[in-house]
C-alpha cells in the first residue's frame, strides 16, 4: 500500500536554529498537508498546500513557518528560528483530492525536540 | 465554526469486553468528512475509516463498527469484544468541504485494554 514517508523520525536541534522537515507524499495525490501534535495533546493542522501554493493555513503558521515543493516530489516544511515551544510531533499527510475516496494518508510523524 | 468532542478522555476495559468511544461534531456546512485514526503508543496515525455526510449508513469492519447520526451530531466507534492490542489513542476528526481539506480533531480518547 502506497505511504508518505517522512524524515527524519527524530530531530534535535538547539533554539533559534532552522529546520527543515522532509516528507514524500503519495505520487498521484495533488493535496499535501502538515500538522503537529505536542506531547499528549490533539493534532493541529498547520497548512494545506496545492497546485504549488498554500491553500489554508492555522494561526499557528506564522511567519516563522514555511512549506515548499521543491522538485515534485518533496514536501517540506521550514522552522527558521525554533522556539522550545516548536517540539512536537510534525505529521505530513497527503490526499487524492478532497472526496478522499482514496484515502488521507498520514506519515508516521517526525519528532522534533527543541533544546 | 467547526469542532469536534471527544468528551471521554480515558477509558480502560478488561480484554474481551465491548467499548464505545464518543464523537460529537459541529459544523455549518452540510457536506462534510467525518474520519477515526488510532494512535498507538509508536506514535503513527492509522486510519480507521472516513464517513460523508450524504451516507449514514453504519459500518462494521471486523470487530469495529461506527454509527453515525446527523440528528445527534454524532459519529461513534464501537470495539466489540476488544483486545489488549487495541489500546491506544483513538481521534475522531472532520473536515468541511468549504475548508481546503484540513481536519479538525478532537481531543482524543485513550484506551486502554488490559488483560
Known amino acids: 500500500e502506497p505511504e508518505v514517508t517522512q524524515t527524519p523520525s527524530h530531530q534535535v536541534t538547539q533554539m533559534g536554529q532552522e529546520v527543515i522537515l522532509r516528507c514524500v507524499p503519495i505520487?498521484?495525490?495533488?493535496?499535501f498537508y502538515w500538522y503537529r501534535q505536542i506531547l499528549g495533546q490533539k493534532v493541529e493542522f498547520l497548512v494545506s498546500?496545492?497546485?504549488?501554493?498554500?491553500?489554508?493555513k492555522s494561526e499557528i503558521f506564522d511567519d516563522q513557518f514555511s512549506v515548499e515543493r521543491p522538485d515534485g516530489s518533496n514536501f517540506t516544511l521550514k522552522i527558521r528560528s525554533t522556539k522550545l515551544e516548536d517540539s512536537a510531533m510534525y505529521f505530513c499527510?497527503?490526499?487524492?483530492?478532497?472526496?478522499?475516496?482514496?484515502?488521507?494518508?498520514f506519515g508516521s510523524g517526525t519528532r522534533l525536540t527543541v533544546v | 465554526a467547526q469542532k469536534v468532542t471527544q468528551a471521554q478522555t480515558e477509558i480502560s476495559v478488561v480484554e474481551k469486553e465491548d467499548v464505545t468511544l464518543d464523537c460529537v461534531y459541529e459544523t455549518r456546512d452540510t457536506t462534510y468528512y467525518l474520519f477515526w485514526y488510532k494512535q498507538p503508543p509508536s506514535g503513527e496515525l492509522v486510519f480507521l475509516i472516513r464517513?460523508?455526510?450524504?451516507?449514514?449508513q453504519n459500518e462494521i469492519s471486523g470487530r469495529y463498527s461506527w454509527n453515525f447520526q446527523k440528528s445527534t451530531s454524532s459519529f461513534n466507534f464501537t470495539i466489540t469484544a476488544s483486545q489488549v492490542v487495541d489500546s491506544a489513542v483513538y481521534f475522531c476528526a472532520l473536515s468541511e468541504w468549504g475548508s481546503q481539506g484540513n481536519l479538525i480533531f478532537g481531543k482524543g480518547t485513550k484506551l486502554s485494554v488490559k488483560p
Open positions: 499527510a497527503s490526499s487524492e483530492d478532497r472526496t478522499y475516496n482514496y484515502g488521507y494518508t
Open positions: 464517513r460523508n455526510s450524504f451516507d449514514e
Open positions: 505520487s498521484n495525490h495533488l493535496y
Open positions: 498546500f496545492y497546485n504549488n501554493e498554500i491553500s489554508e
